[in-house]
């Protein structure tokens, strides 16, 4: 997937259709509805994994709440507003974490909140 998520940039790049002016940097929250898994039955899944389980998510804080997700991070540009960089995480890492990955480094500004400050 992320081969081809890096051939079609190019392509709209080579069509004249990425303006290059900015980058907008973002996080999104991909919700998980299973609760929060026990330190106990992570360590029985990663001696026996079950594909009805996800022993990977993790827990993260937004807004004083206590979330169980993983997070999708997008660069998209400005002008255009189509999707340059992509990447996906755990929970618990800070987005500014993921920052390097999302610039293009042909913008020539870069857009983002205070989690990526």
Request: proline share 3%; charged share 30%.
């Amino acid at each position: 997937m992320e081969q081809l998520f890096e051939k079609i940039p190019r392509k709209l790049e080579a069509k004249g259709l990425l303006l290059k002016q900015g980058t907008i940097i973002d996080a999104v929250i991909i919700n998980f509805s299973n609760r929060p898994l026990s330190d106990k039955k992570r360590k029985q899944l990663s001696q026996d994994p079950s594909a009805q389980m996800d022993a990977d998510a993790d827990t993260a804080k937004k807004n004083g709440i206590w979330f169980f997700w993983y997070k999708g991070h997008i660069g998209m540009d400005a002008g255009s507003k189509l999707i340059r960089k992509v990447c996906f995480s755990l929970a618990s890492p800070h987005d500014n974490n993921f920052l390097a990955g999302l610039i293009s480094e042909n913008e020539r500004e870069l857009f983002g909140d205070k989690a990526f400050g």
